[in-house]
Nanobody, 127 residues
Framework: QVQLVESGGGLVQPGGSLRLSCTGS????????VGWFRQAPGQEREGVSC????????HYSPSVKGRFTISRDDFRNTVYLQMNALRPGDTAVYYC????????????????????WGQGTQVTVSS
């Protein structure tokens, strides 16, 4: 059974940083592309970033590019999302997701269509 577990969310002031982690069990994340999505209250879920397996190529939403960095540690079966210069508009539940395919060609569908999801972690940016 595939499980993705996110951690690292919390409350942070504008301009602050957080690092989210996504750890897999029942799946070797090093074989698959892994991405992050987020959903703010009353809004649709949106893609944030994706990292491919093998070549570690990355894709970002224009709203986070230059502030967020996605990376992976295959030894720990974990994918990270480093979030810097956080803004109130980044407040959302963040979900990691994987598709059982090595590559993502974008940070959102149709370039990345997940098949497995984590339960989400809350990120709140507020003073």
């Amino acid at each position: 059974q595939v499980q993705l577990v996110e951690s690292g969310g919390g409350l942070v002031q504008p301009g602050g940083s957080l690092r989210l982690s996504c750890t897999g069990s029942g799946v070797s994340l090093d074989d698959y592309a892994v991405g992050w999505f987020r959903q703010a209250p009353g809004q649709e879920r949106e893609g944030v970033s994706c990292i491919s397996a093998a070549d570690y190529s990355t894709h970002y939403s224009p709203s986070v590019k230059g502030r967020f960095t996605i990376s992976r540690d295959d030894f720990r079966n974990t994918v990270y999302l480093q979030m810097n210069a956080l803004r109130p508009g980044d407040t959302a539940v963040y979900y990691c997701a994987t598709r059982r395919y090595r590559y993502c060609s974008d940070y959102k569908p149709p370039g990345f269509i997940p098949t497995d999801w984590g339960q989400g972690t809350q990120v709140t940016v507020s003073s």
